[in-house]
């Protein structure tokens, strides 16, 4: 669902030349923690929650949060060892099934993507030869290679214009495009100026095949090095994710207030999603759901052509670990 309201472009910075990396191992719970997150209500309202409950005071962590507008731009990050944590969406989840980033937990699932189109168009089949925007990655990506799987077409009987999520409202708002791989809330941004755009595709069209999941992911040295930084990060997401849960309002005040964000867009987004319990989670990981839900997107990854080879589940989900935190 993937928000990522009022964009703040947040660029990866890189390590000085000739720097060491952190020394994980050697450095206290009590340290600063670099974590990622989407601007939007679902990777936003944990960290919300977290800050009014508390609840990083018990394990002795002092968070650093840094906003992005992308999965895939926090995991590029990690990768340059300025990012420890992250919240990605669905579209991003080829990184972690590349190996470039573990998962280690699921966050909630979304219902908030569309493939949206210009009153002149009717059908996932009128796309073929128009202008198509995507924030490539991302969500929109996918349920676009989505419907268009489902309509017979693929990738390659469309213009694709990669475009970052906000550059979509400007450019489909004056028309530059003819149809949009894109979420709610920003949607909404469209709809004034577009007040009869079409919706041509939605993730419930392929729910519950397809979980459209928000994840928690780190970075592969973290997980290795330091597990019980993991942990501790884990720890305050189960507890944030069942106050979520408990008190759904609450969080949507506090998210509100944390994004400085409309408190009507904010509810929107927030009912629109399945909000999961940590122990509802425990158990979806042990018998095996969340790896079949990956499973899934390994298959569509390779059918998307995204992922030659993915990981099987086992080897990036680190389900162990979500598990005993």
């Known amino acids: 669902m993937l928000t990522r309201r009022n964009f703040m472009m947040t660029t990866a910075a890189i390590a000085a030349a000739g720097s060491l990396p952190i020394a994980w191992s050697a450095r206290a719970a009590s340290d600063t923690m670099s974590i990622g997150y989407i601007a939007d209500f679902p990777n936003t309202s944990v ?7 508390k609840l990083w005071d018990a394990e002795g962590v002092k968070p650093d949060l840094k906003v992005f507008t992308n999965g895939p731009i926090q995991i590029q990050a990690m990768g340059a060892g300025s990012l420890n ?15 470039r980033s573990k998962m280690i937990g699921v966050n909630d699932i979304g219902f908030s993507d569309r493939v949206i189109a ?21 969500s929109g990506d996918m ?7 489902k ?10 214009v990669p475009m970052d999520p906000s550059t979509i409202v400007a450019a489909f708002s004056s028309k530059q495009i003819d149809a949009a791989g894109i979420w709610y809330p920003l949607i909404d941004a469209i709809r004034p100026r577009v007040p009869d755009l079409k919706e041509l595709a939605a993730n419930k069209d392929f729910y519950p095949a397809t979980s459209f999941i928000n994840a928690f992911v780190a970075r592969n040295e973290v997980v290795q090095e ?9 720890r305050v997401m189960k507890k944030a994710m069942d106050y979520r849960v408990a008190n ?28 999961l319990t940590s122990a509802e989670l425990d158990k979806f990981t042990e018998d095996g759901t969340v ?30 670990l979500f598990a005993s935190a």
Do not use: C, H
């Not at 949507?252 to 207030?257: F, N, P, Q």
């Open 248 to 275: 759904l309002d609450r969080s949507i005040e506090l998210t509100t207030a944390f994004l400085k964000a409309p408190a009507d867009t904010t509810a929107k987004v927030a009912r629109s999603r399945k909000m």
């Open 226 to 234: 330091n597990p019980k930084l993991v942990t501790s990060f884990l």
């Open 47 to 53: 960290f919300a929650i977290a800050e009014d409950q």
């Open 291 to 320: 790896n079949k839900w990956l499973a899934d997107f390994n298959r569509m990854f390779q059918e998307f052509g995204t992922v030659k080879n993915p990981l099987p589940p086992e080897q990036y989900y680190e389900a162990k």
């Open 118 to 138: 210009q009153s002149s168009i009717n059908s996932i089949q009128d796309l073929k030869g128009k202008k198509v925007g995507v924030p490539q990655g991302t």
């Open 85 to 99: 944590f992250g919240t990605i969406g669905p579209g991003a989840l080829w990184l972690p099934a590349s190996g």
């Open 151 to 160: 309509a017979g077409m693929s990738i390659a009987d469309i213009q694709v």
């Open 143 to 149: 349920i676009l290679r989505m419907a268009l799987a």
